[in-house]
């Protein structure tokens, strides 16, 4: 991601840590610029929710910064979290109210609720609003999470695992609004998911992490740009790859598989010069992307 100031940022956490008995984060640097949608991406356990917690305020790092909308977290966390709206697919509503009690309670907490676009919110969703919350299906409580929140009107949205468990129907209107709030451009969005696809349709900046750890954080582009594997037919007597950003390296004989992170015109001439002879560039999904990654970072840590 290219410098930006800090007073453009929505999120900027610097070297943040912390350290549990089983897991530690590590020096995490992480950036929301104003206006964006980063995707957040890492398997189960690799340190999201420990850094959504942090960000959130609701535990302190051990070290490290970090500040969400001008205010540093954990210290000025009551002013920054007016305008934080928070969706987890395991968040809990009251059971024995209805969706319109909810929309009533967190109307008389914010003055920017928006009784407008919680209408269409409704009408768009499907929800029933004299429903009750224990009448609802898995997919129906997400969205009257996001509606809740995004009727709130606020300038940060941080999104948990918001579409796990979610039905194909549900997963695209969850997906689809979140995409229209960025229709206002300083609206901003910390995305965190282990499914790629998700992350992909919607996010202009991602960022990987594993096991506590951040491995990579670039413009989508970027990385979709950046990551080729190449198909080589190799000499009798191979020399060792040593190209700059080698990811992976799968052979079979005199034929290679070889996975680049950095991808351009200087890499296929020192391929070139080598004496193997380039069969073909394929681009990869975020998907190969992100495994790639894992499995690299995992060879290195070990």
């Not at 590590?26 to 104003?34: C, G, I, R, T, Y």
């Not at 929800?127 to 300038?155: D, E, F, T, Y």
């Not at 209107?173 to 979140?178: I, K, N, T, W």
Request: charged share 25%; net charge negative.
């Amino acid at each position: 991601m290219t410098a930006t100031s800090a007073a453009s940022m929505a999120i900027q956490c610097e070297g943040i840590t912390k350290v549990y008995p089983h897991f530690q984060l590590n020096n995490v640097n992480l950036s929301v610029e104003e206006g964006s949608v980063m995707g957040f991406v890492g398997p189960n356990g690799a340190g999201k929710s420990t850094t959504l917690r942090i960000i959130m305020g609701l535990i302190a790092q051990d070290s490290g910064s970090v500040t969400v909308l001008g205010n540093a977290m954990p210290e000025q966390q009551i002013a920054a979290k007016r305008d934080i709206g928070f969706v987890s697919e395991d968040m809990r509503l009251y059971d024995s109210q209805s969706i319109g009690f909810h929309m009533e309670f967190i109307r008389s907490i914010f003055d920017s609720w928006d009784d407008n676009y919680a209408g269409q919110l409704l009408k768009r969703f499907d929800l029933v609003k004299n429903q009750k919350v224990k009448g609802l299906s898995h997919g129906q409580r997400v969205k009257a999470c996001l509606m809740l929140v995004l009727a709130r009107r606020p300038k940060l949205l941080v999104f948990d695992e918001p579409t796990t468990g979610l039905d194909p129907v549900a997963r695209h209107e969850v997906l689809d609004e979140m995409i229209s709030t960025m229709e206002d451009e300083t609206r901003s969005i910390l995305f965190s998911s282990h499914n790629t696809l998700d992350v992909e349709q919607i996010s202009d900046h991602i960022t990987f992490i594993y096991d506590g750890n951040i491995v990579d954080s670039r413009d989508k582009e970027s990385f979709l740009d950046g990551w080729r594997r190449l198909r080589l037919e190799i000499k009798d007597t191979p020399q060792l790859f040593d190209f700059p950003g080698i990811k992976d390296v799968q052979q079979s004989g005199h034929l290679a598989a070889v996975t680049v992170s950095d991808f351009n015109d200087q890499l296929l001439r020192q391929v070139e010069s080598t004496g193997h002879k380039l069969l073909g560039t394929e681009r990869m999904t975020l998907e190969e992307i992100f495994l790639t990654s894992v499995q690299y970072a995992r060879g290195v840590s070990q």
